[in-house]
């Protein structure tokens, strides 16, 4: 059984920093980008950051670059996201995503507010 289990997410102040775990399993991990997404009420699903197979290779969304970091430990199938310097504009629910050319995995996702 495919499973992907955020956790990590929070209420934190502007400024500050949270990381975000991605848990998988039920699938060969290694073989699969590995990213994340996010959902702002009222707003389409975007993407934040993803990372391949190997972990050399990152990628990164405008609006993010200089203060998020995408990471993953291959050896616990896990995937890390940590965010520093969070904004009000980063508020929104976080979830993980498993791709490769056959095959696309959703977690369930992680709410983050970032408010005063």
């Known amino acids: 059984q495919v499973q992907l289990v955020e956790s990590g997410g929070g209420l934190v102040q502007p400024g500050g920093s949270l990381r975000l775990s991605c848990a998988a399993s039920?699938?060969?991990?290694?073989?699969?980008?590995m990213s994340w997404y996010r959902q702002a009420p009222g707003k389409e699903r975007e993407l934040v950051a993803f990372?391949?197979?190997?972990?050399?290779?990152?990628n990164y969304a405008d609006s993010v670059k200089g203060r998020f970091t995408i990471s993953r430990d291959n050896a616990k199938n896990t995937v890390y996201l940590q965010m520093n310097s969070l904004k009000p504009e980063d508020t929104a629910v976080y979830y993980c995503?498993?791709?490769?050319?056959?095959?696309?995995?959703w977690g369930q996702g992680t709410q983050v507010t970032v408010s005063t």
């Open positions: 995503n498993a791709k490769n050319s056959y095959n696309a995995y």
């Open positions: 990372i391949r197979p190997g972990g050399s290779s990152t």
């Open positions: 039920g699938f060969t991990f290694t073989i699969y980008t």
